[in-house]
Structure formats: C-alpha cells, structure tokens
C-alpha cells in the first residue's frame, strides 16, 4: 500500500494542473466601461468537455467542464454558469480521495465574473468559498465557510484592476485569442485572481502542432508557461499544453514535469461544442 500511496500524492496537486489547462489567457483590461464587450463565437450554451488525469502510467482521476444551457441573470446581467468537476477514481480514491467542485457566473458580453464558487474536498481537507466581483467598484468580496461552525466567517475585500477575471471567465476568454497573429516564440502574460492573490504568468507560444489525445488526434496549438522557480515542476517547459487549432479552442492536453514524476491531463470527450474541431481522422 505505501508505492501506492507514494505514487498518488501529487492527486491534490492535479487539479491546479488541470485549472492550467484553462489558465491560459491573457486577462488584459483596462477599457473604461464597465462591461466591454468581447466577440466571441467559439462555445456554446450545452458544451460539455470531459477530461482524464494520468501520473505516469496510472490513470487516477476524471475532470468534466460543463456551460450550463441556460442564461442566469446575475447583477442585471445576463450570465453563463460554468461547472468544473474533478475527482480520483480506482485505487486512488481508497487512498487521497478528491472530489472537486469549481464553478462561476460568468458575464456573456464582457466575459468577466460576477460570482465564483469552490467546493473542495480532498482526504480530510475541506473549503467552501464564494467570491464576489463588483465591476462597478472594482471590488472583490471573498467569503470562506467556518468549517465548525457552518457559518461564513467575516468576508475579505480585495482593491481590482478593472476587468480582472478569475480562472473560468479566463478559460472562456482564452477561446477570443487569435493565436495567428503570434510568432512562434513570442511571450504573452496571463493576469488575474485565484483565491487571495493577484497574480501574472508570462506564457510563451509555441507554434502549430498535432496532438493525440484519449478522444482522437487533434491540429493544436503549443503553449508553454514560463514557471518560477518552485518545488513542484521540474525545470524551464516543465508544462506543456495544447489547444484545439480551430474556432473553438478547446483546452486538448497538458503535460508537466514534476519532481516526483510526470502527469497530464488530456480531452476524452467532447460534446456539443459550437463549431467544427480540428480532428486528423
């Protein structure tokens, strides 16, 4: 049981991995109104993703990306509600038992948040969260629930830049990019807010490619962030990732290079998405 154990630790590591996989956007603001609207023609209401996470060898878990059919009405505004679930399977969840649940209300003009939600519980750790966005104040309410008492503790506030999105209005975002205006080699900056912190990413694009994947193979692009030094990934391109080369820019595959040991996550099925996909049958 303990080469179990050793091999499915990093679990509670993969679904940050798997958020990279929809981090990669540029989270650029800075128009002066409130709601900018960005065209976009690249998803659909009903679009359903579904994803598999190996570490090595071992598959140990599954991910599902849902937009949900409908409108929601969120601050006046009309609002996609995405939902992401990851979870363990097999043996692994004898061992580290995760299941993950990340959502938001994501505005559908300007594609920032209005609400963001997670619901995590991986082995005995637990956090319920709700964060607010007000784009009118460019303020951001985040609330945690007290795991004692049930109650939410007294919420912490945020100062904004304008326009700033979280990881899911960035995964939707993401998907407007015209990646070809790129030069290969060329460096773009991923901004925005996960949890407490205000962060930036610089990303580097790596040109055209073909990728494989559990639901075919797929004309992708390459992109590769630049990660700080840290105790997770090993070494400069220690992450890879793919997304579809067509309209709709689905997030195929990534592939990291931790220090104890390699992982990925890659698409095993796709439903209802908006346009035709770059498959090489």
């Known amino acids: 049981m303990s080469g179990y154990l050793k091999l499915f630790i990093p679990m509670k590591k993969l679904l940050p991995l798997f958020i990279i996989l929809i981090l990669l956007s540029s989270f650029t603001s800075g128009d002066s109104d409130v709601y900018p609207v960005v065209p976009h023609d690249s998803f659909v209401r009903g679009e359903r993703l579904e994803y598999k996470v190996s570490f090595g060898i071992f598959a140990i878990g599954s991910a599902e990306m849902i937009i949900r059919d409908n409108f929601y009405r969120i601050n006046h505004r009309d609002c996609y509600k995405i939902d992401v679930y990851g979870k363990t399977t097999g043996m692994v969840d004898w061992i580290a038992k995760v299941d993950d649940h990340w959502g938001a209300y994501v505005d559908s003009a300007a594609l920032v948040p209005h609400i963001s939600y997670r619901n995590i519980k991986e082995g005995n750790y637990r956090k319920n969260e709700i964060i607010r966005f007000d784009h009118r104040t460019n303020l951001i309410e985040a609330k945690v629930i007290d795991k004692k ?133």
């Open 149 to 281: 008492t049930g109650d939410f503790k007294e919420p912490n506030y945020y100062a904004a830049p304008e326009n700033i999105r979280d990881m899911l209005a960035g995964y939707l975002y993401l998907r407007t990019i015209d990646f070809s205006k790129m030069k290969k080699g060329e460096v773009f900056t991923v901004k925005g807010f996960f949890e407490d912190t205000f962060y930036e990413l610089d990303v580097k694009y790596r040109g055209k490619d073909k990728i494989k994947t559990k639901a075919g193979k797929f004309h992708a692009i390459k992109l590769a962030p630049i990660m700080p030094n840290n105790e997770l990934f090993d070494g400069e391109d220690s992450i890879i990732a793919w997304i579809s080369d067509d309209k709709n820019k689905i997030p195929l595959k990534v592939e990291a290079k931790m220090f104890i040991g390699s992982t990925s996550v890659e698409l095993s099925g796709y439903h209802n998405v908006k346009n035709e996909v770059s498959i090489i049958k």
